[in-house]
């Protein structure tokens, strides 16, 4: 009896412990989201910035749009490491875009055009929980007319305070208009990894830290199980002797 009754004891305190890992949970708004330039184009080349950093345990970052033709929501960037991307004075991640807004309507086939209000959004996420960690929200609004060139016009509904960056950046320029968006170094990932005076990466102390914790709750429940295992089989031994 009584080893059963800690086999069922061990069990239940695995259980939890994987579940407080591996448990969605809705993702909370964290701050806004500045698009640059904020006022372009559906050809524009676009910079995403969060206002602040993702919490701790976060490890990546994906950005998604939605609104008209893109309902159920549309990838701006995949899922990327958070450690890739620039960071501002405050924190936030200077986030390029892999394409344009009118390239990604194309891709879906949106053959009307982008039109109305879009709601832009930086979602935070850990490698191994699965939960959104909290999200960075933005909105762009597009002219129903198609403006010279045959491109449709957006302005950016931005914070009042524009996110500083901490180092240099390029200048991407805007096709179809006079505007230029801020955009740092292109590389076959996306853009150019962000390094500390020391060369570590910017984002590196929240990655680390979010895997570490996430590691370390698996593996206490891992030698919980075998050590209960272990006890039963020692117990059992011990009745047959």
């Given at each position: 009896m009584k080893v059963r009754w800690l086999a069922a004891l061990v069990s239940t305190i695995v259980?939890?412990?994987?579940?407080?890992?591996?448990?969605?949970?809705?993702?909370?708004?964290?701050?806004?989201?500045?698009?640059?330039?904020?006022?372009?184009?559906?050809?524009?080349?676009?910079?995403?910035?969060t206002s602040g950093p993702c919490p701790r345990e976060a490890t990546n970052v994906i950005a998604t749009i939605t609104g008209s033709g893109f309902e159920s929501g549309q990838n701006l960037i995949g899922n990327s490491p958070l450690r890739i991307y620039p960071r501002t004075t405050k924190g936030g991640y200077i986030i390029p875009l892999q394409y344009t807004f009118g390239d990604v309507a194309k891709l879906q086939r949106v053959y009307k055009g982008l039109t109305g209000s879009y709601k832009v959004v930086a979602t935070c996420r850990g490698v191994i929980k699965p939960t959104d960690l909290g999200q960075f929200t933005g909105t762009?609004?597009?002219?129903?007319?198609?403006?010279?060139?045959?491109?449709?016009?957006?302005?950016?509904?931005?914070?009042a305070t524009a996110p500083v960056p901490t180092q240099g950046t390029l200048n991407g320029q805007t096709k179809g208009s006079g505007s230029s968006a801020s955009q740092p170094v292109q590389t076959p990932q996306g853009l150019s990894p962000s390094t500390n005076g020391d060369g570590t990466d910017s984002a590196g102390s929240n990655s680390d830290s979010g895997i570490g914790r996430e590691l370390l709750f698996v593996g206490l429940a891992i030698i919980l199980m075998l050590a209960a295992a272990l006890y039963v089989r020692r117990s059992q031994s011990a009745k047959r002797s």
């Open positions: 259980m939890g412990v994987l579940f407080a890992v591996a448990s969605p949970s809705y993702a909370s708004t964290l701050g806004d989201l500045t698009v640059t330039p904020a006022n372009g184009n559906d050809s524009s080349v676009v910079v995403i910035t762009v609004s597009f002219s129903n007319k198609v403006g010279a060139g045959g491109y449709r016009n957006y302005v950016a509904k931005n914070p």
